[in-house]
């Protein structure tokens, strides 16, 4: 058994809530999906050839094009339909009970991710804010937490709180999460068996409940 876990961080999309992108979840909801696939953000970045908050330009790009008027309000009605993963409050809440620090760590969007952490208790939020003007108008969005440098984020994150690598947890469920499952002394996979391929000691689960016997497992004392 490894060092005793202190930091437990989750991704946002597909872990604790129930839809896979909250980006994608707003270019359905504002009718901007067509438009932001022509702009090929996706491959381009992913092939190395923009950065991400390139990336994330071609987003709200496309957003404002399908809906020139898109405001804060809109965003907050958008995601206010977005539901929790079913065990996310009883699976957080037993984990902070217990002692744990809880963080998200997303390259989803930061409203949503602030609505969410709110709602389960987690103190330590980092995913990438949409811009408003004074009058709630959406103008851009910061490049906060890059998707294939998420292990950048989790450094900063144990840096600030003291601990080393080998004391966090990280819950992904994508080949996106691949950079922080690095690094990590407890990488944990919901439903991606393709992502075991790059990852050494990755354990793999079904549902995010699994997630309490393994951190339990690697719990030496009561707090």
């Known amino acids: 058994m490894g060092k005793e876990i202190k930091l437990i961080a989750f ?16 270019h359905d909801y504002v009718g901007s999906s067509t438009i932001v696939k022509r702009g090929r953000g996706i491959k381009l970045y992913s092939e190395g ?7 994330v330009d071609i987003d709200v790009q496309a957003m ?4 020139p008027t898109l405001s804060i309000h809109d965003i907050e009605e958008a995601f206010s339909k977005v539901k929790l993963e ?19 760590v ?3 969007i930061e409203q949503l991710a602030k609505r969410v952490a709110n709602e389960l208790g987690i103190d330590i939020v980092r995913a990438n804010p949409l811009q408003f003007s ?50 990590v002394g407890l990488p944990i996979v919901l439903n991606c068996s393709k992502c075991l391929e790059q990852l050494d000691n990755a354990i793999l689960i079904n549902c995010l409940w699994e997630v309490l016997p393994i951190i339990l497992r690697h719990r030496r004392n009561p707090r």
């Open 134 to 183: 004074k009058d709630g108008r959406l103008i851009g969005g910061i490049a906060m937490v890059e998707p294939l440098a998420k292990d950048k984020v989790i450094k900063d994150i144990a840096k600030q709180l003291g601990i080393e690598l080998s004391e966090v947890a990280y819950i992904g469920d994508s080949e996106w999460d691949l950079s922080a499952l690095k690094v």
């Open 11 to 26: 991704d946002l999309d597909g872990v604790l809530i129930n839809i896979k992108s909250s980006w994608q979840y707003i």
């Open 86 to 104: 079913p065990s996310a409050k009883f699976v957080t809440k037993v984990l902070k009970n217990l002692g744990y620090k809880l963080a998200i």
């Open 106 to 108: 997303s390259a989803g």
């Open 64 to 67: 404002l094009i399908a809906k």
């Open 49 to 55: 050839k923009i950065s991400y908050q390139e990336w």
